[in-house]
DNA sequence: GTACTCACACGTACGCTGTACGCACCAGCG
DNA sequence: CGCTGGTGCGTACAGCGTACGTGTGAGTAC
């Protein structure tokens, strides 16, 4: 996958004993052939597969720029910094949602449907949801995903500002849920290599203490039943669609039908 | 504020005409008084110090030391790595909820009373909400929030995973609700400079236009009327008491009493 | 064919970050 | 007095985002 974009290294005119190279001291300029040109979704795709296989951590300009076989500055023709980069991102990613909707379950199955797709997607791409937060996006597929939602909500004879304000409490609820399962799976699994020797150390053993230092002060009854209990963690599938019908049933109240 | 803690210059053994300096052509290695020992809580303090003054941008080891007045690396002394201290602020700002819980409304007051103050924090800190999306943080504050939380919606013969249950959809939609407002702060507001040249061209006027191409565009009908009608933007505590109160009611429905 | 122009790729360099390492110093103790 | 362990902190380094300027190739006018 490297390399691929055709940089080939020397061989500038009149190169025929190769010693060029070795006379002026330091390598040639790289030789500028005809590249495929780089476009906005080229980067944005090496961006979201380089963050997908080795973190958000590693979204580097230099490293995108090395995944497409460009000079990093390269990437700023085409972009106007790292942020703007991370805006494509998100909205890429929220492209990718996969909504069922429009069944004949009215518009709880729908707003249920729409729930599902986006954690979906921020579960198949665990950088999402952190780069969602604080950072307001209106990307196309965004706007997509909104005009979606609520259209879910339309035609039951509210204003738009009832809309919004169903969809934002919809939006909210995923949002948040998915955070927290991030954060729980983030440290049941350690990083993302997978060594379950290394794994065990990561977070369950190293906060165990602490964890039994709180338990045993005595002063967190209810933390304490939670920790000692839920040793057998709870299905996180189910867990969303519970939380998720307490949601719709609490739209249902200020909603007709 | 700043070099309180006594670090001054020069001035060491056998120094009486202020040569001394000049000929070792480099400034004397500072003094070494007795310093008041530094500690987590002053770092942490000072962290969020800076935090609310100049933005989480600006929460970096040398300028939280150079607040101190103290060397950079003496930070290390007392915090393992700057994900550890963002942590610590993350707890430290938790722990200045003030919810007055116990009220004669019963559970669902008191998780009101819990969901405004964590709302509170969160807007007074706006960086908190990002920092704690996709970290887990289980310090003191944290737990004994929990704990409140829990407590809120004890004794009403839920088991421990139902009760989990209703503290997370709460939370949740708390959490996500506080992010999407102060999204939206953002890009109303500026950065944090507020003037009123600058910011207008911020966001408003610079994705104007673009909004206005996605309306004109007519692809997303619903989209453009919440653009339009939106002119006068709604009260956000409105917003949060009415989208709270659904979730309250959703919870209502699981829940007995 | 030649000369000019322009868009774009990209190398270099700068200021900033987190932090590993090791030295300098001080309190307490023998 | 000498030693020792804890701690402040200066230096150094790798890596970051990106401003700036330079060089190349394609396209166009003549």
Redesign the interface.
Known sequence: MRRTRGVQEGTSVADTDGLSDVIWMRPQPARRTVQPPLSRDQITAAALAVADAEGVGAVTMRRIAQHLGCGTMSLYRHVRNKDELLELMVDAAVGEEEPRTGSPGGWQEDLRALARAKRAVMLRHPWL??LM????V?G?HV??S??RS??AV?GLGLS??E???CF??L???????V??E???R??RRPVSGDDSDAARDT?QHR?GP??EH?VDSG?????S??VN??ESY?DPDE?FE??L???????A??LPE
Not at 133 to 136: D, I, L, N, S, T
Not at 171 to 177: E, I, K, R
Not at 219 to 223: M, Q, V
Not at 245 to 251: E, H, M, T
């Open positions: 949801a952190p937060a604080g950072r307001p209106l196309p706007v997509e909104i005009e609520l259209s339309d738009v500002d809309m919004v304000r934002n409490t939006n909210a609820f995923v949002n948040g849920f955070q927290t991030l954060e729980e983030k440290w977070w906060t602490y964890l709180l002063r967190y009854p209810l933390f039943r939670m209990e839920a709870p867990a519970w939380q019908q307490r949601v719709l049933d609490g739209l109240t200020a």
